[in-house]
């Protein structure tokens, strides 16, 4: 799968899923525009490091997908420094723990913004340029929080189960402009958002980390493995490419079987 000549923008990359499908895409051949909020000289090392082990253009923009200011510079700096964003990765996401009774009230707007509304905002600035081009790819990385429930996590299921819906909408709106919009519905994947998950079950059960991970997978994740941020960059390689092409508006779970039961 050649992504030759395609520039895309990976929100939230230096770490978990996002670095995973950011390398994905450079080796496939894509530029790719890394976001996060690393100190310059952390980012810099890994910008010209993936620069050189892929021989793609890659670039780096802090910013804060919260902040319009912030995400109107992600995509300004991507057009100035590829030409245009021709493949959008909404990858950023928070997640909060806690009962609905109990949820704090600032926590539920931070999830929803960061996990839905910004998302939205972003896909707004990029589709005019998509249309132009006749060519564009949005793959947001929702979750099996998108399709199901898990106590606990309201803010971040609401979030992502409009993330699906959002999805939806946007690949019917634009399906005649040579544009997709897909979501990818990790279940577990071992990142620093699910090694706090674990670290919590340690705790509260008073087992050691090992444990943590065995109880975490038996509970919902059948297949008793994680997925890795490479697979799931591979799966954004070929969504982004024209085999991909009329796929649109749907939502592809990679979760050892969780949501199959
Ligand atoms: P992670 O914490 O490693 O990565 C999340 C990234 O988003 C971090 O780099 C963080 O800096 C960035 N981020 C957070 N808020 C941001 C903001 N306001 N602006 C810009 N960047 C911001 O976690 P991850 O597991 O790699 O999560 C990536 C995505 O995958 C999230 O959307 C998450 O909901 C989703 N997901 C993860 C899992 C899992 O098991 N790890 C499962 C399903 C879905």
């Given at each position: 799968m050649s992504l030759k000549g395609l520039s895309a923008v990976v929100t939230g990359?230096?770490?978990?899923i996002g670095l995973g499908v950011a390398e994905r895409l450079a080796a496939a051949g894509a530029d790719v525009m890394l976001n996060g909020s690393r100190a310059p000289e952390q980012a810099e090392a890994m910008r010209a490091a993936m620069a050189t082990k892929y021989g793609t253009r890659i670039a780096y923009t802090a910013a804060d997908m919260t902040k319009e200011a912030d995400r109107n510079r992600l995509i300004e700096s991507t057009v100035a420094a590829?030409?245009?964003?021709?493949i959008l990765v909404n990858n950023a996401g928070i997640q909060f723990v806690s009962k609905v009774e109990d949820f704090p009230l600032d926590k539920w707007d931070e999830v929803i913004s960061v996990n839905l509304s910004s998302i939205f905002h972003l896909i707004k600035l990029v589709i005019p340029g998509m249309k132009a081009r006749k060519r564009g790819r949005v793959i947001n990385i929702a979750s099996v929080h998108g399709l199901i429930g898990s106590t606990k996590k309201a803010a971040y299921t609401a979030a992502k189960h409009g993330l699906v819906g959002l999805t939806k909408v946007v690949g019917l709106e634009y399906c005649t402009h040579g544009i997709t919009c897909n979501a990818i519905c990790p279940g577990w994947v071992r990142t620093p958002l699910v090694e706090r998950q674990i670290e919590a079950i340690a705790k509260e059960k008073g087992i050691s980390i090992d444990e943590a991970v065995i109880d975490l997978l038996s509970?919902?994740?059948?297949?008793?493995q994680f997925a890795t941020p490479a697979q799931l960059g591979g799966l954004a390689v070929f969504l982004a490419g024209?085999?991909?092409?009329?796929?649109?508006g749907t939502s592809i779970a990679m979760d050892g079987g969780w949501t199959a039961r």
């Open positions: 990359s230096t770490s978990g590829f030409g245009g964003v021709d509970e919902k994740q059948p297949s008793l024209d085999d991909a092409a009329q796929i649109n």
